[in-house]
């Protein structure tokens, strides 16, 4: 690979061809449920994968959705990413991607298609990354039904990940992240004229209130349990004959998220004559601390030796893929991606300036963990 300042300086000279690839690819919308707009984004991805890891990278069909594998001969390190977005087909009308002043902006390029360039550049530095396999699913934003399974499997075979979602403030590494749990609750009522017979119904409203009130009572402490999105009745003047929330549900400890699941499936209601349904449940377990100690120590040695500021490390309320390999026992490390800010949100952007920064730091990174015992 050479020596650190050639590393950098390597990386440096492919800034303008990340640059045109990151065009491209935010160019090429890619919302979650949008099946071409990921077949695009894929066919985009694959041949630059390809070539970075000088081996074949074939895409991995579940169900309608396509998911891109660049798997290792002798697999020691798992690099683990996506390329749906959040954001429906057309938003590029009106926000294309831009460059002003150093920040890129658009939908997608925090979260995470910065990071998808420049986890291809890395790849590029390296020597020999026969040691390297490379997931980048397409439905990570809508919890990643299809793709759980082989980002398992991938990990599992290669002892290590890193997730190159998108930095906390400041370029932090994300060394622990919140589990998840999703619920939906559906009340059922019964319709009645509001104005000639209100006392004839049940109203799945009100009850809707009392059970939103209990399930708000759930969190405790750093624990969140949040009734979003709310829904009921019909008509202006008709008893609602059913209503529904959403629960988002959020804890550092999964003691916590089963105390939470088990209250959400203990709730009874409260007017006679209604009845309500919880479903959901834990989708995606915390990822703890000890889960990437030591994958930090080697991303922030890395930084040391490139020259860098101390490598900050922080916690997230966020989920992501990196919660599942965590969670059956690999070392992950995450947020290894863009330096930027506000995913999911119209001022998303990438600094461009720490793209070089980012691409020698992982490079150097999946050096490193060459050769690396998997209890070292």
């Known amino acids: 690979m050479g020596n650190y300042d050639d590393i950098l300086a390597g990386a440096e000279r492919k800034l303008p061809d990340m640059l045109d690839r990151f065009r491209v690819l935010v160019d090429c919308e890619s919302p979650s449920d949008d099946q071409r707009g990921l077949e695009l984004c894929a066919s985009l991805i694959r041949p630059w994968l390809a070539e970075a890891v000088e081996r074949s990278a074939r895409i991995e069909r579940v169900g309608e959705n396509v998911h891109i594998l660049a798997e290792a001969p002798q697999p ?25 002043d150093g920040i890129a902006s658009g939908p997608g390029t925090f979260d995470m298609k910065g990071g998808i360039v420049q986890a ?10 026969s040691h390297v396999s490379v997931l980048l699913t397409s439905d990570e934003e809508v919890g990643s039904v299809s793709s759980r399974a082989l980002i398992e499997e991938q990990a599992r075979k290669a002892g290590a990940v890193l997730v190159c979602e998108p930095s906390a403030d400041g370029g932090a590494v994300k060394i622990g992240r919140k589990g998840i749990a999703n619920y939906r609750v559906t009340v059922t009522g019964r319709a009645a004229h509001a104005g000639l017979e209100p006392e004839l119904g049940v109203n799945a ?11 708000a009572g759930l969190a405790s402490g750093e624990t969140s349990v949040v009734p979003t999105v709310l829904t009921a009745g019909t008509t202006v003047n008709t008893v609602p004959e059913s209503a529904q929330c959403a629960v988002d549900a959020r804890s550092w400890a999964v003691s916590d998220l089963e105390h939470v699941d088990r209250e959400m499936a203990a709730l009874v209601p409260r007017l006679p004559g209604a009845a309500v349904r919880v479903s959901g449940g834990i989708d995606r377990p915390p990822f703890e601390e000890s889960s990437s100690r030591d994958l930090y120590r080697e991303a922030a040695s890395a930084a040391r030796e490139l020259g860098f500021a101390p490598l ?14 965590a969670a ?17 949100a119209r001022n998303e952007h990438v600094d461009v300036d720490a793209m070089p920064e980012r691409v020698a730091l992982l490079a150097v990174l999946l050096e490193r963990l060459r050769h690396r015992s998997p209890t070292a």
């Not at 409203?205 to 399930?215: F, K, M, N, W």
């Open 76 to 100: 020691e390190v798992l690099i683990l990413g996506h390329f749906d977005t959040v954001w429906p087909i057309g938003t590029t009308a009106d926000w294309p991607f831009s460059i002003t």
């Open 312 to 325: 900050p490390a922080v916690r997230s309320g966020g989920a992501s893929d990196g919660n599942l390999t």
């Open 328 to 344: 059956i026992g690999v070392p992950t490390l995450d947020g290894l991606g863009a330096v930027g800010g506000h995913p999911h």
């Open 205 to 215: 409203g009100v009850e809707l209130a009392h059970q939103i009130l209990a399930i």
């Open 120 to 129: 291809i550049a890395a790849l590029e530095l390296l020597a020999d990354p």
